[in-house]
Nanobody, 119 residues
Framework: QVQLVESGGGLVQPGGSLRLSCEAS????????MGWYRQAPGKQRELVAT???????IFASSVEGRFTISRDNVKNTVFLQTNSLKPEDTAVYYC?????????????WGQGTQVTVSS
């Protein structure tokens, strides 16, 4: 069973930065795609960024150029560096592990970490 634990959220002023981390248990991290999603109050969960096992990345247009995603396969950890934060970035940020195996496709989620951008 895979467990994901996020950290690094908090309250930050507009224009500030936060580095979110997500550590995964289990042995499938390095072969899995990882992603960050977010959900603001009253809105649907949306994709923020993904990184494949080969380090290819995709970003939502709303964060392109401000956020970066990276991974450390030794530490089983994925990072989301958020810069130039805006009030509209306020949301609960969730880590996702997407695994495709011979037995099927599996998605695992963390518990979420709150990011609040406010002056």
């Amino acid at each position: 069973q895979v467990q994901l634990v996020e950290s690094g959220g908090g309250l930050v002023q507009p224009g500030g930065s936060l580095r979110l981390s997500c550590e995964a248990s289990g042995s499938i991290f390095s072969s899995s795609a990882m992603g960050w999603y977010r959900q603001a109050p009253g809105k649907q969960r949306e994709l923020v960024a993904t990184i494949t096992s080969g380090n290819s990345t995709i970003f939502a247009s709303s964060v392109e150029g401000r956020f970066t995603i990276s991974r450390d396969n030794v530490k089983n950890t994925v990072f989301l560096q958020t810069n130039s934060l805006k009030p509209e970035d306020t949301a609960v940020y969730y880590c996702n592990l997407h695994s495709i195996t011979w037995s099927g496709v599996y998605d695992y989620w963390g518990q979420g970490t709150q990011v609040t951008v406010s002056s």
